[in-house]
């Protein structure tokens, strides 16, 4: 079976879509029944393929999104007849779809489709993305609330499937932790002891402006020397945070790293203290995922999809409750027998998650809809 992979609006794995995309790529196996080819924009061409050789076909389209959305409506179902896929798989979820399937298509859905809708200033692209999500072979949602989700936005959707995301062992572990005050990883050095918010700065959903007032009250509170380190790409909401972080009394123990290498982000997550994850509307919330599997105690938003990923291996807060973070921010800092259950209790959930499992369902179902 040749199945054929778009790497289109994965941000060239900058992003969680992409670290998403990257990690399945790994796990896929090789083998007689299964090839697999990608196909995206130019600069993808080595991006998803570091670790093993796929075939990779450039389509050169201008670096925009309207020309892409264009191309995924116009040209794909066209372009998947041409080359003979059997199947494709479609990983930047609602971003970029074709509204025509040329080959049996399959839909990765790892976002809230209304928050999506919502944030949408398209009504044509709007209309469209509901047509193909309806169109689609199968839509696999990242959790059981995408899955909900889905069908209160109507969409007629042919097959939806609940597949949750892995975690990469080879990345995230609580084996290594260093002993020296200052982590040095390239081209960062961060002091400990500090608390990381792993996340791009996209969106006020994402509740970063919070998560700084919070951290503020609880330095005042306990005028410990954490550190608050954010993690994440600049987005449309960058200035929002910077001005926020700015204006905090504590500006000097708030650190804003911009990208940061995914390869990297095992060493930041195991030399933390905490994992606090204040984003409303996940759909999935890897890095709550990967947090646990590090050892980190975790403190997140008690919406979306984060209390059925997490279950007891966290502790939840309301994230408009700038009180209630703070106090969760404390307790999982300070109270060390609390700390310590909550660890346990994470890396045993996160036990339940691996790329094996999500790239061996994947396969089930794009056999399914050859079948």
């Known amino acids: ?42 600069i993808d061409r080595y991006t998803y ?26 040209s794909c179902a066209s372009f998947t007849r041409k080359y003979s896929y059997d199947a ?5 979820g609602p971003q970029l779809l074709p ?5 049996p298509g399959v839909v990765i859905l790892n976002d809230i489709l209304s928050s999506f809708l919502e944030n949408e200033e398209s009504g044509f692209y709007k209309k469209l993305l509901l047509k193909s999500l309806s169109s ?35 990345i995230f572990t609580p084996i290594g932790k260093t002993e020296n005050t200052v982590v040095d990883i390239k081209p960062f050095a961060i002091k400990r002891p500090y ?15 919070e998560l700084i007032k919070a951290f503020s009250v609880f330095k005042e509170r306990t ?14 909401y960058s200035a929002s945070v910077r001005n926020e972080a700015l204006s905090s009394l504590y500006a000097s123990d708030i650190f804003l790293t911009g990208y940061f290498p995914h390869e990297n982000f095992g060493d930041l997550y195991r030399n933390a203290e905490a994992c606090v994850f204040p984003a409303v509307n996940e759909g999935v919330g890897l ?46 800092v300070g109270d060390g027998e609390f700390r310590e259950s909550l660890v346990k209790k994470g890396l045993k959930r996160a036990e339940e998650f691996s790329w094996e499992k999500t790239a061996g369902r994947i396969m089930e179902i794009l056999e399914s809809v050859c079948g």
């Open 223 to 236: 005028g410990l020397p954490h550190r608050l380190v954010i993690a994440g790409s600049e987005g449309k």
């Open 195 to 209: 608390i990381i918010y792993p996340s791009r700065m996209q969106g006020a959903a994402k509740r970063h402006v």
């Open 49 to 74: 393929t570091e670790n093993r050789a796929l075939p990779f076909t450039s389509v050169h389209l201008p670096d925009s999104l309207i020309m892409e959305r264009l191309w995924h409506v116009c």
């Open 99 to 103: 509204l025509r399937y040329g080959r």
């Open 88 to 92: 494709v798989l479609y990983a930047a």
């Open 287 to 332: 890095p709550v995922m990967e947090s646990m599997a590090s050892g980190l105690p975790v403190a997140c938003s008690s919406t979306g999809a984060l209390r059925e990923i997490a279950a007891d291996g966290a502790v939840y807060f309301d994230s408009d409750n700038i009180d209630e973070m703070a106090t969760c921010i404390e307790k999982i």
């Open 136 to 170: 689609a072979d199968c839509i696999i949602a990242g959790s059981n609330c995408i899955r909900q989700d889905i069908e209160r936005c109507r969409v007629k959707a042919k097959r939806v499937e609940v597949v949750y995301s892995g975690i990469d062992r080879g």
């Open 1 to 42: 079976m040749k199945v054929g992979i778009d790497s289109f609006g994965c941000d060239s794995g900058r992003s969680g879509r992409g670290s998403y995309l990257t990690s399945l790529i790994n796990a896929l196996p090789d083998g007689d029944t299964f090839s697999w080819e990608l196909f995206g924009p130019e």
